[in-house]
């Protein structure tokens, strides 16, 4: 696309990246493997659509890269020379390093705010959108050199320590809760909220208790301390199965003593307003409601620590970027927060982003710690690792180091079910589908790296189990081969295309916060990975197309595991 671009920027006069950027990929590659639409150029060059494209037609079949260029109407259908697009693209993989890494953020330090889970309430699915999406965001900057600071801004402050505190002492069973703390207190937290419904007095008397730890009453304080203790050890487990870690585990109540400076400063700038006994920055000429800084009991906010995190985040941990992987309801909180940032006169606003995300439902019901209907994280993925265990005893029983594969498996078929789907949409999880190794699935493209090393392992007979950094790679296997000799085929010819669009995909993600798009292209990568496999001869071929083909199956072996990599999922040798 590059280079195209290049010789139609020296035939139009028009900038290079605008013309790469108009480049498509032809819905049917009978019509050619990139046609550019000359609709936007009629009005630049006084002249139509279809004259425009006969003119670029003509000057363009001179390029090395192109093999023929023809007008369809108002478009231009190029079809490239295989052997050469295939040499550069093989030669670029080559490069490791360039072709699956950037360095666009070299020097910029951002931070994101991930997972967040609340303590004293179970780790449930809810929270694993934030922890998978913002964990693949961070793989994805850190291919592009930028250093991540992963930030668990644990819920361990607020109201709802207040409702729990209340709840323990009226109903609570302390024998019951330190055998089994977590469902316990939660069970305490469900009460609370339906004893509320009839007994609203209840809310109030949460909010005095909250208030009274805020104050520094130590008995309220000590059993908030042990319930951090007991979350944080549940939550170990469950981060422990996906893999995850964090550069700082910093909870709410960490910026207790930061939120006296932010108020202040807000006030020393004349940008508090008394409204109804409460404080408030007033937003309205920026289309937003008033951001309640202070409650009128004196109490602070999620707004007021925010901000003081948000402060802490640039001046102390020196992020140029704060990006926070929290739901798409909390939208409007963080438009609130960001402007008043700016209301502060920092620059780094605009460098703060919301990368909201959709629901995650269970057979289509929304979960609600509230009411009880919560799904926890860890027993999902226990049993997706089982069941994975149980596939692979059918399949594969003499598979070495088969706990560890059933774990990459089950865990990566977890994270894969989310990860495939835009972040703005909901999702609705099912352990059938999401554990299938058919179809647009974790297994499926883990299965597909496993027959990718497979083939190279009988081609260089190497021991079964051999990890793939010890496989021969491509560089040696294409070494002596001259592709201008041989003809390649279709379904070579589409693995090779899928192939050189991982780094501008790549790119892609990295500007949209968005890691659906590594995992959709990952899947196109593996369904002409195995059209391949199947059509074309790979170990029986005569040379030099032998070579051609297994140096084709370690591009696309490295490909899916630097995808799955980015995606934070395990990647078997074996299956």
């Not at 934030?130 to 964990?135: K, L």
């Not at 909010?207 to 104050?215: I, Q, T």
């Not at 940032?341 to 269970?362: E, P, Q, S, V, W």
Request: hydrophobic share 40%; with cysteine; proline share 4%.
């Amino acid at each position: 696309m590059k280079q195209i671009a290049n010789s139609l920027s020296k035939q139009l006069m028009i900038d290079e990246s605008i013309l790469a950027s108009w480049l498509e990929i032809p819905p049917n590659s009978e019509m050619g493997d990139l046609a550019l639409p000359c609709f936007r150029l009629a009005k630049e060059l006084h002249k139509s659509p279809q004259v425009i494209a006969a003119d670029i037609a003509d000057a363009l079949v001179e390029n090395e890269l192109v093999e023929s260029a023809v007008p369809a109407g108002p478009y231009v259908n190029f079809r490239l020379n295989r052997a050469t697009a295939m040499e550069q693209v093989m030669r670029q993989i080559r490069d490791d390093d360039a072709f699956y890494h950037g360095a666009q953020g070299a020097g910029q330090v951002v931070a994101i705010d991930l997972s967040s889970p609340n303590i004293a309430k179970p780790f449930s699915m809810g929270h694993l959108r934030s922890t998978v999406i913002g964990t693949a965001i961070a793989n994805l900057l850190e291919s592009d050199s930028y250093q991540t600071l992963r930030i668990n801004h644990l819920g361990d402050w607020g109201t709802q320590f207040g409702k729990i505190i209340v709840a323990y002492h009226r109903y609570g069973d302390e024998a019951k809760i330190k055998a089994n703390p977590i469902q316990e207190l939660n069970a305490l937290y469900v009460q609370f909220h339906e004893a509320a419904q009839d007994d609203p007095s209840l809310d109030d008397e949460a909010r005095a208790a909250f208030k009274r730890m805020e104050d520094g009453n130590e008995d309220d304080l000590r059993l908030w301390r042990w319930m951090i203790e007991v979350s944080l050890e549940e939550f170990a487990k469950t981060y422990a199965m996906l893999g995850t870690s964090f550069t700082h585990n910093l909870g709410e109540s960490f910026y207790n003593d930061k939120m006296d400076a932010v108020v202040k400063e807000i006030q020393s700038l004349g940008l508090l307003v008394e409204s109804d006994g409460a404080e408030v920055v007033m937003l309205e000429d920026v289309g937003l409601p008033p951001c309640l800084i202070k409650r009128s009991d004196g109490a602070t906010l999620y707004a007021t620590r925010d901000l003081a995190a948000a402060l802490y985040r640039h001046k102390d941990l020196c992020a140029d970027r704060l990006l926070y992987v929290v739901g798409g309801e909390q939208r409007l909180h963080f438009e609130q927060v960001f402007a008043v940032l700016t209301r502060m006169g920092y620059d780094f606003a605009k460098n703060c982003k919301h990368i909201a995300f959709g629901m995650m439902r269970l057979g289509g019901k929304k979960m609600s710690t509230r009411k009880g209907q919560v799904v926890r994280l860890q027993e999902v993925l226990e049993e997706a690792v089982g069941r994975a265990k149980e596939i692979i005893n059918e399949k594969n029983p003499s598979l070495q180091n088969a706990d560890l594969v059933a774990k990459e498996i089950g865990v990566g078929a977890v994270i894969f079910n989310d990860l495939k789907t835009n972040r703005l949409h909901d999702i609705d999880f099912s352990m059938e589908t999401a554990l299938a190794f058919e179809g647009e699935t974790g297994p499926y493209v883990q299965y597909t790296h496993a027959r990718s090393c497979s083939v190279l392992r009988k081609a260089y007979l190497l021991d079964a189990g051999v990890s793939p950094e010890q496989l021969v790679t491509h560089s040696q296997a294409i070494a002596q081969v001259d592709s201008q000799t041989v003809s390649l085929d279709d379904p070579t010819w589409e693995l090779i295309k899928q192939l050189s669009l991982f780094p501008g995909l790549r790119n892609r993600a990295i500007d949209e916060y968005d890691p659906s798009l590594i995992a959709k292209h990952v899947l196109d990568i593996c369904q002409a990975f195995n059209h391949f496999y199947h059509d074309c001869p790979i170990l029986t071929a005569d040379e030099p197309i032998r070579s051609i083909r297994l140096a084709l199956t370690d591009a696309a072996r490295l490909t899916i595991r630097n995808s799955l990599q980015l995606l934070g999922i395990g990647y078997p040798a074996e299956i």
